[in-house]
């Protein structure tokens, strides 16, 4: 970390002026559902906002392409950017609103090239325990499952059917860049793919409010490979993913009380199985 | 629960037409700071946004003033303005949105006047399991944790220095209502008072990721009675609170990965330590 940015050599800062530049074209209308680089017909460009994820996103596998920010923001990041042979483009908050098309708080954007990521198979393979998501469509809970997954040990995360894209914009940036970090595959078929699981000496365990199944810290998830079934806020867990299951375990919950948010139940469940 | 709001008699529903009718005035510029009926410096008023929480302010001990709706919400509260003597005032959503000044997706609010709550003496004598909060100022984190404790338990919340009020109307619609239904004191002095849940009985634990601290599921904190002493997001406990509790537990977390948030760590808290 540095605190001025003379004090070390940035890579390719270039200065840029007019929010109609081509080549800031991988920032523009973020809020834009139909033009947004980082949706489905867009071109799936990976957005990270923000000094934190935008320095996870450094670290990560996926080739970063361009930034886009205020000075103070390069300045933090200068440690990070230092050797990157990437084009930093430096502006105005006021030109950086025009250009993403709202007022970004944070200050700097980094965009990257999506990048292949390891099969179900092989994070079956590697890990001891992983969390399985069933119908988890919305971003913001999808990116604080991811937190609460790198935060609490669980090694990898597999997306069975309905579940969001973790790289969309606003699921990278409530997982704080953890998106970046915790590898992820998709489950097919669905949920049929649970086999692969059982297959590498997992047991698939559903969490589940249904009376029938044993309370979580009953359950004893903490040795030998667990994947942890969760579903999502709502309708929950359908009838096929339980039946594929191995077995269902529940959070205790006060009468008359809604569930718990999703991610703060996936947490919970995490801290009882998984080990950082 | 009724389909149509002709099956059940609604006591006192009042039509009404003019933003400016001065029988509106519990709800007017609710996102005005230096109005708003529920900070200080307003008239203490406690806003319920939403069916599901107008459900529970009317089913709590504070007493409610007025409601003001479009007439769908109403229908679904049929049941429960039954037999009320308050006046519900009907309107469009654009009046409402004029009255309080922005757009209410929720399409009901209720007023109440605020009510004597238990002391913290009363709370320790009934309780076994209570959460004790210092700092948190945050009154989404605050309201989260109270949605929380109510699922997962815990039958009171304390609050130490430096916490919002929980009846603020954000903290209010975070909690799903549920401030409106555990019981909630002030513990005073700070954190001298940690002593009187000690003469109750109580271990006072507190959770922070201090190093010599015990994790989590090694410190058996499902018998007895217990007091989980939890800080703000951020800087955490004060010295001074850690040093006045009687033991510290934590959350083992993966290196390089921010903590939790604060009610997601207080929630995996609440799980081990209390029984719903």
Known sequence: MVGRCDTLPVANLIDVTDPGDERLAD??????????????????????????????????????????????????????????EVPAYVTSAEVMAEVVGFHLN????????????PGAAELADRSRCLAVLEGVGDHENLGAMFRNAAALGVEGILLGAGCADPLYRRSVRVSMGHVLRLPFA?????PGGLDLLRE???????LTPRADSVPLRD???????????????????????IAAADGAVRIPMAEGVDSLNVA???AIAFHAAARP
Chains 1, 2 share one sequence.
């Open 27 to 84: 920032f523009r209308d973020l809020s834009r559902a139909d033009r947004r680089p980082d949706r489905p017909g867009g071109r799936g460009l990976v957005i990270a906002e923000g000094v934190v994820v935008a320095r996870r996103l450094l670290a990560s596998p996926y080739p970063v392409r361009a930034l886009l920010g205020v000075r103070r923001r390069f300045d933090e990041l200068a440690e990070d950017l230092a050797g990157l």
């Open 106 to 117: 944070r200050g700097v954007l980094a965009a990257a090239d999506r990048a292949p990521m």
């Open 186 to 190: 998709e489950l097919r078929p669905w």
């Open 200 to 206: 590498h000496g997992f047991r698939v365990v559903a």
């Open 219 to 241: 359950a004893r998830l903490d040795h030998g490979r667990v994947a942890l079934l969760l579903g999502s806020e709502g309708p929950g867990l359908t009838e096929g993913a």
């Open 264 to 266: 703060t139940a996936a």
